[in-house]
């Protein structure tokens, strides 16, 4: 591959989105790192890249806000070029809860992340990618969850009900941008290894519902890496609209 081709994985500071971001520079990605807090975190991945020899920014964008996520892609224009491939990996749970205790408050802050932003990110690669606008098409892919499929009751239905509509989301813009050369799927992790279930207030999560995993473990980011970087190669290039289930038999 080319060493000119650009892409943004947003929360990529640590778990999958970092597991992503190393992988693609190891596949000749230029990389934009994106964090929201965890700075130290984002900083280590792209020293960690250019360790390798590959290219790799840091740019901190919360894509809960708007005009943060269009600045990150303006960053990301000036200092890597013109994005090819955008992997909408941000995402935010909560403490676990069942649906009755649940604020309205709490929902709209996991929407506004999850479905909001992730929405808004694809925006601005659309604008980017499509030829209409200058552009070369190019991969979009949404890390969804095996929770929309499953529901998390609970746990937590509302990150469930944000991944539900990540996943029509993908299928949806997928129809219509397929004919501007953008390709949009999604990858959906089962129990991971990351420090998110700490969010949800139980970091052994994984090891407690290993027992219920066909495969009797729980998966590592590198794996759910492998697939979200072949949804952006050019071996999908037939492949839109469509899901990958990183999550051992579930």
Avoid at 143 to 154: I, K, Y
Avoid at 238 to 244: A, D, K, L, P, V
Wanted: aromatic share 4%; charged share 25%.
């Amino acid at each position: 591959m080319s060493q000119d081709k650009v892409m943004i994985v947003t929360g990529a500071s640590r778990g999958i989105g970092a597991a992503v971001a190393r992988l693609a520079a190891q596949r000749g990605y230029a990389v934009c790192v994106n964090y929201r807090q965890r700075r130290d975190a984002a900083d280590e991945v792209v020293r960690a890249i250019r360790g390798e020899g590959g290219r790799a920014i840091a740019v901190g964008a919360d894509v809960a806000d708007e005009a943060q996520i269009v600045q990150l892609f303006q960053a990301v224009d000036r200092e890597l070029g013109r994005v090819d491939a955008l992997v909408n990996n941000a995402g935010v749970l909560d403490t676990q809860m069942r649906v009755e205790d649940m604020d309205a408050a709490r929902v709209s802050r996991i929407l506004v992340t999850n479905v909001v932003g992730a929405l808004v990110c694809c925006r601005e690669a659309v604008r980017r990618m499509a030829p209409r606008h200058g552009g070369r098409g190019g991969a979009i892919v949404n890390v969804s969850s095996m929770a929309a499929r499953l529901g998390s009751p609970g746990e937590y239905v509302d990150y469930a009900a944000s991944k539900g509509a990540l996943d029509t989301l993908t299928i949806g813009l997928s129809k219509e941008v397929a004919g501007d050369g953008i390709r949009v799927n999604a990858v959906r992790p089962g129990a991971i290894y990351t420090e998110m279930h700490a969010s949800g207030g139980e970091p052994g999560r994984v090891d407690r519902v290993a027992g219920s995993i066909p495969m009797q473990r729980g998966g590592t980011a590198q794996e759910v890496a492998a697939a979200v970087l072949w949804f952006a190669s050019d071996e999908a290039s037939y492949t839109t609209g469509s899901f990958i289930d990183v999550s051992g038999g579930r």
